[in-house]
């Protein structure tokens, strides 16, 4: 095991992917002799040489384009969208080729391509540099999404991205990177090297697509959350003194919907959390599938905590946060209702 925090752990399964398997390839803005914009293809242009890990133009339907006419010919692209904000000109390759090529092809061909993409707030991007886009993919049939929480899980759930012969896309948060960050701006950061979460197998594991985790058990109430947003549900669990359950989805479609029910039937209570916008944000659909499944075992309406429906504002940053002081006045609602 070693220590490492999310950005080494993502190199870390590139690496691994790439020495096991010669039709992986790396690739995008940045990504090759500067080892991209978070350092996290850093060295393996060095070690695998240009025609594995190389820079591609500013152009993020080019890369995508590019990376799904290299997997139909059996290549296994793990390409890079320096933020997920870039990703809006290559949705149409996204949506419109990745995800329905093997629906189109009756099975004759698929299409292996991982792309990852720093996703989120918390580091002062301004409202081009801290979308959380997830939603436009769920809505998609044919498109996997992940949002990790920690290095443990990036490192497991990337590499059975790129094993995986369907698209995926992977969502880094990038306030996660070097800590785990609960919503508390004004501590100091902790780093990966003090959280169990920070030991990593250095060789290869993987992590099922589509296993939810439960990261603190609870009986009063049950939290759903993803990325960073499950180190602020924590947070607000012990600040609050609430007896919270809280689900780490890590892969939002295919979701872990038994994992949910099950904690809901127990606690009959469910508070939903998100950075993305409140409108037509993937809390919706987990509050409505919370209704589905477990309506005659609530005790309270389900309250979603999320971001504003505006562009991330810079300057008020902490406001737009959902930090631990809002998730807790939920979960105080929710227990009073």
């Given at each position: 095991?070693?220590?490492?925090?999310?950005?080494?752990?993502?190199?870390?399964?590139?690496?691994?992917?790439?020495?096991?398997?010669?039709?992986?390839?790396?690739?995008?803005e940045?990504?090759?002799?500067?080892?991209?914009?978070?350092?996290?293809t850093?060295?393996?242009?060095?070690?695998y040489?240009?025609?594995?890990?190389?820079?591609?133009?500013?152009?993020?339907?080019?890369?995508?384009?590019?990376?799904?006419?290299?997997?139909?010919?059996?290549?296994?692209?793990?390409?890079?969208?320096?933020?997920?904000?870039?990703?809006?000109?290559?949705?149409?390759?996204?949506?419109?080729?990745?995800?329905?090529?093997?629906?189109?092809s009756?099975?004759?061909?698929?299409?292996?391509?991982?792309?990852?993409m720093?996703?989120?707030?918390?580091?002062?991007?301004?409202?081009?540099?801290?979308?959380?886009?997830e939603?436009?993919?769920?809505?998609?049939?044919?498109?996997?999404?992940?949002?990790?929480?920690?290095?443990?899980?990036?490192?497991?759930?990337?590499?059975?991205?790129?094993?995986?012969?369907?698209?995926?896309?992977f969502?880094?948060?990038?306030?996660?990177?070097?800590?785990?960050?609960?919503?508390?701006?004004?501590?100091?950061?902790?780093?990966?090297?003090?959280?169990?979460?920070?030991?990593?197998?250095?060789?290869?594991?993987?992590?099922?697509?589509?296993?939810a985790?439960?990261?603190?058990?609870?009986?009063?109430?049950?939290?759903?959350?993803?990325?960073?947003?499950?180190?602020?549900?924590?947070?607000?669990a012990?600040?609050?003194?609430?007896?919270?359950?809280?689900?780490?989805?890590?892969?939002?479609?295919?979701?872990?919907?038994?994992?949910?029910?099950?904690?809901?039937?127990?606690?009959?209570?469910?508070?939903?959390?998100?950075?993305?916008?409140?409108?037509?944000?993937?809390?919706?659909?987990?509050?409505?599938?919370?209704?589905?499944?477990?309506?005659?075992?609530?005790?309270?309406?389900?309250?979603?905590?999320?971001?504003?429906?505006?562009?991330?504002?810079?300057?008020?940053?902490?406001?737009?946060?959902?930090?631990?002081?809002?998730?807790?006045?939920?979960?105080?609602?929710?227990?009073?209702?």
């Amino acid at each position: 095991m070693a220590r490492m925090t999310m950005i080494e752990a993502v190199r870390s399964a590139m690496d691994v992917s790439m020495a096991r398997d010669e039709n992986v390839v790396v690739f995008g803005e940045d990504v090759g002799y500067f080892g991209g914009v978070f350092r996290c293809t850093q060295g393996l242009q060095a070690k695998y040489g240009k025609t594995r890990c190389f820079d591609a133009p500013i152009s993020e339907s080019g890369i995508v384009g590019t990376a799904i006419g290299m997997a139909a010919y059996g290549l296994k692209p793990c390409v890079e969208i320096q933020f997920a904000d870039y990703m809006y000109p290559a949705y149409d390759q996204i949506t419109q080729e990745a995800a329905r090529i093997r629906y189109r092809s009756n099975g004759d061909f698929t299409c292996p391509i991982v792309l990852r993409m720093p996703t989120g707030g918390g580091i002062f991007g301004g409202q081009t540099h801290s979308q959380s886009p997830e939603a436009l993919f769920t809505h998609v049939c044919g498109l996997k999404v992940i949002v990790p929480s920690n290095p443990y899980d990036a490192k497991g759930l990337l590499i059975s991205a790129i094993e995986d012969p369907d698209p995926v896309m992977f969502l880094e948060p990038k306030r996660l990177y070097n800590g785990p960050f609960d919503g508390h701006h004004e501590r100091p950061v902790t780093p990966w090297s003090k959280h169990e979460l920070g030991d990593v197998p250095e060789g290869h594991y993987t992590i099922p697509i589509g296993k939810a985790e439960i990261r603190r058990t609870g009986s009063a109430v049950t939290v759903i959350a993803y990325g960073t947003m499950v180190h602020v549900a924590l947070a607000a669990a012990e600040e609050t003194g609430i007896d919270a359950e809280v689900i780490d989805l890590r892969s939002l479609l295919p979701l872990d919907l038994d994992t949910i029910v099950q904690s809901v039937t127990k606690t009959g209570r469910c508070v939903v959390v998100h950075e993305a916008t409140l409108t037509s944000g993937f809390g919706g659909e987990l509050v409505s599938l919370v209704q589905e499944h477990c309506f005659y075992h609530l005790e309270a309406p389900v309250i979603r905590v999320t971001g504003w429906d505006t562009p991330y504002p810079h300057a008020q940053e902490w406001d737009y946060f959902p930090g631990p002081a809002r998730v807790g006045r939920a979960l105080t609602e929710v227990m009073e209702a």
